[in-house]
């Protein structure tokens, strides 16, 4: 079989320009749960789940993704533990959805270049189309977070990249 991995370019690990800093985060603990989000909330001691650019913080938390859909995030579960437990299906996402950072006083100028989705609309869904795709956005602490599918990294990466807000980094 021929060698491909030569042929896509690799995502740069940060960006940086004179008010904004990108960074693709290390593997983040995330588990898709489906089915009775409440139920499970309460049986692992989390916080309601949050919408779109919820301010969350702690090391375990939910995000709210459709009616019944969540990404708890700082949760782990092995890949072949993915099963349906008390009314609710568990799927490890560590693998599956990279997160990427943001931070500085021009992350929400960079947020609105890649959304039409109003950041004061209070959404109960942390999903939205940035950027021609499909993630969650909340923030935790004073870092905007995006979670999304790992094979898109390089794309954001290079989207953010073209946004002249930022340079890349050595």
Do not use: K
């Not at 409440?38 to 001691?45: C, K, N, P, Q, Y």
């Not at 993704?65 to 708890?72: D, G, P």
């Not at 560590?94 to 890649?114: K, N, Q, S, V, W």
């Not at 790992?150 to 990466?157: E, H, I, K, Q, T």
Request: proline share 9%.
């Amino acid at each position: 079989m021929l060698d491909r991995s030569t042929f896509w370019a690799e995502a740069p690990v940060s960006l940086r320009g004179p008010g904004l800093v990108v960074r693709v985060l290390p593997p983040v603990p995330q588990v898709m749960v489906s089915g009775d989000l409440e139920g499970f909330l309460a049986r692992h001691a989390l916080p309601p789940a949050g919408g779109l650019l919820a301010r969350m913080s702690g090391g375990r938390y939910a995000l709210r993704l459709a009616r019944h859909r969540m990404l708890v995030i700082g949760m782990d579960l092995a890949p072949d533990a993915a099963a349906w437990v008390e009314g609710c299906a568990l799927t490890p996402m560590t693998g599956a959805l990279a997160g990427i950072e943001i931070t500085g006083p021009d992350a929400m100028a960079l947020f609105a270049r890649g959304t039409a989705v109003d950041p004061a609309g209070n959404s109960p869904s942390a999903s939205l189309s940035f950027a021609g795709i499909p993630l969650s956005a909340h923030f935790e602490a004073d870092a905007l977070r995006l979670h999304l599918d790992r094979g898109l990294v390089a794309y954001l990466m290079g989207w953010i990249a073209a946004t002249a807000l930022i340079t890349p980094c050595p």
